[in-house]
């Protein structure tokens, strides 16, 4: 098999992953036939989830609000922590503006955000 072309395989593949997850050790060696098949399907399943269930790259206001939430922060708190006014992260969560290259810099050191979701690539 050199892809998988149907959800069928998909599912007896992710079922095979799972028979051998506890089975596979990074000690063995690369030729061990259970540590290839595990590679070889967690590879097909990979490509077959990213054809298939792509969700897409968040967008800066997503990590915005997603970091807020789960650092129980407010606006006011992340203007604080960049160095700039809570009116502009809330044109930033609203979409209105997009960071200055020294705010864009201060996400990504301060809210682990990665930089091609601050810049938009």
Request: glycine residues 6%; contains cysteine.
């Amino acid at each position: 098999m050199t892809k998988i072309e149907s959800r069928e395989q998909y599912e007896w593949a992710l079922g095979r992953i799972e028979a051998l997850v506890n089975d596979v050790t990074e000690e063995m060696p690369d030729n061990d036939p259970r540590k290839m098949e595990y590679c070889l399907l967690s590879n097909l399943v990979a490509d077959y989830s990213d054809e298939h269930f792509d969700l897409g790259t968040p967008t800066l206001q997503e990590c915005l609000k997603e970091r807020m939430f789960e650092q129980g922060l407010s606006q006011k708190d992340v203007a604080g922590m960049l160095g700039t006014s809570q009116s502009r992260i809330s044109e930033l969560i609203a979409g209105k503006c997009n960071p200055t290259f020294e705010l864009a810099q201060n996400i990504c050191r301060n809210l682990g955000i990665s930089p091609a979701v601050v810049l938009g690539v």
